[in-house]
């Protein structure tokens, strides 16, 4: 079979505005010249669009005219790679997503644990922040609470007390396996993340669920959320103010 002839019958098995890479048309190293002239060529006719280098899309057609997929979809080849997650998004996009901010940032910020990624998406570009452990399905959605704890101070237009009630209600919603994964990944965190989760962890856990946190922050240590133990009420067993 030619390689355009290829590249189409395996576009075609792709939903409209789906977002997929070489490595989804099954190219091989050897076709690829081959397969990027057939690109091009279907780019042209507007069969496909490009989405960003490397990554394209069937238009999907609506009422309204033609759609593309939302950032969130067009990144997805670069959070995952061999179907499993490899990224996740963070920053201003994940706490507007969250319902945390209504902030919509300019720029988008992915987390890997080894891979850099900086591509533009549309009008927004993105950029690298580096993990702090390997990212996978099984946790990647803990880092993201994680990272609300690390950026809670900066998040923008946000309401505090609001921000610890939603972070709560997601802890008190894991499983007793989870919680521990939770703990794990947040003694690879900052010291500061670290109280911040065993103050909240202390409203629904017994001591020795956290002991572990309590034993990596220095005692002498103290971290500045602006919050009062109305808002936490554990928050002086962890220097928290």
């Known amino acids: ?18 977002p997929f890479t070489y490595q989804d048309l ?8 081959a397969a990027t002239k057939a690109i091009e060529r279907l780019i042209k006719n507007g ?18 005219g033609t759609l593309k997929p939302r950032e969130e979809e067009l990144l997805r080849p670069y959070l ?36 850099r990624i900086i591509t533009t998406v549309g009008n927004i570009q993105v950029k690298p922040v580096k993990s702090y452990v390997d990212v996978t399905d099984d946790n990647y959605y803990l880092m993201e609470l994680l990272d609300v704890l690390k950026d809670f101070k900066t998040i923008p237009d946000t309401d ?14 894991l499983s007793a396996k989870e919680k521990d994964q939770f703990i794990k990944i947040a003694i690879k965190y900052p010291p500061r993340v ?20 309590k034993e990596s922050i ?12 109305k808002q936490l009420s554990k928050i002086k067993c962890w220097n928290i103010s």
């Open 47 to 64: 069969a496909i669009s490009r989405a960003s280098t490397g990554v394209f899309y069937k238009p999907k057609n609506s009422p309204f």
């Open 218 to 229: 220095n005692p002498l240590s103290t971290f500045k959320f602006s919050i009062s133990n």
């Open 160 to 173: 505090k007390s609001q921000t610890i009630r939603f972070v709560l209600k997601k802890i008190k919603a």
């Open 194 to 213: 670290r109280a911040f989760a065993g103050a909240l962890l202390s409203e629904i856990s017994n001591k020795l669920a956290v002991q572990e946190l």
């Open 80 to 115: 995952f790679e061999n179907n499993k997650r490899v990224a996740y998004i963070t920053g201003t996009a994940l706490y507007n997503k969250l319902g945390l901010t209504t902030q919509v940032p300019k720029n988008i910020k992915v987390a890997s644990r080894d891979r």
């Open 26 to 33: 099954a190219i091989i190293p050897g076709e690829y010249p």
């Open 1 to 18: 079979m030619k390689v355009s002839d290829k590249i189409k019958k395996n576009i075609a098995k792709i939903p409209d505005g789906t």
